[in-house]
């Protein structure tokens, strides 16, 4: 479906977002690992999820809507041969994940995805999960492959990048793994494996190794558990641009997961000038939680350093689209991982906002915006999207502050993360609809 945004006058009120993507993730696959029942409150009802929920199933566990948002799995205590393909859909965190969690079991899975999974490399987690002893038919090292698991045994892995995908592939392999299995990593990406693998009773901890912490897991048996998934400081992120962006606006975006390894955007909109305060900062459940409050403001360009980018991966785009609201110039770095996203989100940006009349560049690893302050965004152009739900989100936001519409092509891949977006972001008062 074509969605269609424009300018109508200052963002307000309050919404909560939808769960977190990266959680919901987790809790599923560990509950299905576990021994016992895993009740998840506020679990993401998305499609990225939803397939990993199947995944779950065919590996042999229960997976149940419970009352409202919350949903119940019943793991066997291990993953079983599955008789159908593990269908990833879109989504990388599904497909590298559940790769890590299968590999230490007996069984041969054929992993699958659509045209654009298709395309992302998995030879980042093929290559540690071969060397711990799990094998691959995987011509190009792409999907579709067929994993073939068994006895594992613990590895040191240093990965080549800061991917918490590969990481909690790694750690979540090591759990079957004879020995101890820890993963380094060039900037520490977001933890949450490593914090959820604790709240299941797995034996987790850090190491020092050159002055450096580093997670390390010893194999060990998971047990059902309790799992709330905050609000997804993701998909904040496109109300937060929204109201910075749009005059006079003032929103209140409620129990948003604020873990600082998911905080690189949030940080940078503060050094840009922007009016963000947290309010009632709480921890119940081994992830922080807060809510935040976003003013409309005059912003200025800003240089994030490269090593914040595992804490920013997902907002470059709609950072992107913020900075051509700024005043002066905008350098992103070290964010080369965009470039095998959903989409090649580097060109797909700066393509996109070009046709919008912004200034910008491609880097090799990221891109310039030279922005001239809020009013000078013509926008009035058609969005090809590539399916790409983030740029999708990115020039719906843009159309809301740019002087003429902007329509995105294909809106529908939005449900991969965001599901409602259109309707959450109408309920503060954004003109996006049907084109
Ligand atoms: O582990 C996760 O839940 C995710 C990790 C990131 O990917 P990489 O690990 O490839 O950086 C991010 O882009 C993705 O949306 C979710
Ligand atoms: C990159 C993303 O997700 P995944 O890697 O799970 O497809 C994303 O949600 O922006």
């Given at each position: 479906m074509r969605l269609k945004a424009r300018f109508a006058g200052p963002l307000s009120g309050r919404a909560r977002p939808p769960g977190d993507k990266s959680i919901s993730h987790r809790a599923l696959i560990m509950g299905g690992l576990a021994h016992g029942r895993t009740e998840i409150g506020c679990l993401l009802n998305a499609a990225d999820v939803q397939n990993t929920a199947a995944a779950v199933r065919r590996f042999g566990a229960t997976v149940e809507r419970g009352d409202g948002d919350t949903w119940v799995v019943t793991g066997a205590g291990g993953f079983s041969q599955p008789s159908e393909t593990i269908d990833c859909g879109n989504s990388g965190t599904a497909a590298r994940l559940l790769l890590g969690a299968a590999s230490g079991y007996k069984l041969s899975a054929r992993f699958d995805g659509d045209a654009s999974l298709r395309k992302r490399p998995m030879n980042r987690v093929i290559a540690p999960l071969t060397q711990m002893g799990a094998r691959f038919d995987a011509p190009n090292q792409r999907m579709p492959l067929i994993m073939h698991g068994g006895r594992l045994k613990g590895i040191t892995y240093r990965s080549p990048v800061s991917s918490a995908q590969v990481k909690s592939a790694v750690l979540l392999a090591g759990l079957e793994a004879d020995g101890e299995t820890v993963l380094i990593e060039p900037e520490r990406s977001r933890d949450h494996t490593e914090r959820m693998l604790g709240v299941f009773g797995a034996a987790i901890d850090d190491v020092e190794i050159?002055?450096?912490?580093?997670?390390?897991?010893?194999a060990g048996k998971l047990t059902g558990a309790n799992i709330y998934v905050p609000g997804d400081p993701?998909?904040?992120?496109?109300?937060?641009?929204?109201?910075?962006?749009?005059?006079?606006?003032?929103?209140?975006?409620?129990?948003?997961?604020?873990?600082?390894?998911?905080?690189?955007?949030?940080?940078?909109?503060?050094?840009?000038?922007?009016?963000?305060?947290?309010?009632?900062?709480?921890?119940?459940?081994?992830?922080?939680?807060?809510?935040?409050?976003?003013?409309?403001?005059?912003?200025?360009?800003?240089?994030?350093?490269?090593?914040?980018?595992?804490?920013?991966?997902?907002?470059?785009?709609?950072?992107?689209?913020?900075?051509?609201?700024?005043?002066?110039?905008?350098?992103?770095?070290?964010?080369?991982?965009?470039?095998?996203?959903?989409?090649?989100?580097?060109?797909?940006?700066?393509?996109?906002?070009?046709?919008?009349?912004?200034?910008?560049?491609?880097?090799?690893?990221?891109?310039v915006v030279r922005g001239h302050g809020p009013k000078s965004v013509r926008g009035g152009a058609s969005i090809r999207t590539l399916g790409d739900h983030r740029v999708a989100m990115s020039f719906l936001v843009l159309g809301l502050a740019s002087k003429e519409p902007v329509v995105v092509d294909d809106a529908d891949m939005i449900a991969t993360s965001f599901p409602g977006f259109a309707d959450f972001m109408q309920g503060l008062g954004a003109d996006i609809a049907a084109a």
């Open positions: 050159d002055g450096a912490r580093h997670p390390r897991v010893r993701s998909s904040a992120a496109f109300p937060a641009a929204a109201a910075l962006i749009v005059a006079k606006s003032e929103i209140r975006i409620e129990d948003v997961l604020v873990n600082p390894l998911r905080l690189g955007f949030y940080e940078t909109l503060l050094e840009m000038g922007a009016k963000i305060t947290y309010e009632e900062r709480r921890d119940p459940i081994g992830e922080p939680i807060a809510n935040l409050i976003v003013n409309a403001s005059k912003l200025r360009g800003a240089n994030p350093p490269a090593r914040r980018a595992p804490a920013m991966i997902d907002e470059f785009p709609i950072l992107a689209v913020v900075a051509a609201f700024a005043e002066g110039e905008t350098r992103i770095v070290g964010a080369a991982e965009l470039r095998v996203k959903e989409s090649d989100r580097i060109t797909m940006m700066v393509d996109g906002l070009r046709a919008c009349g912004v200034d910008a560049e491609e880097l090799p690893d990221g891109l």
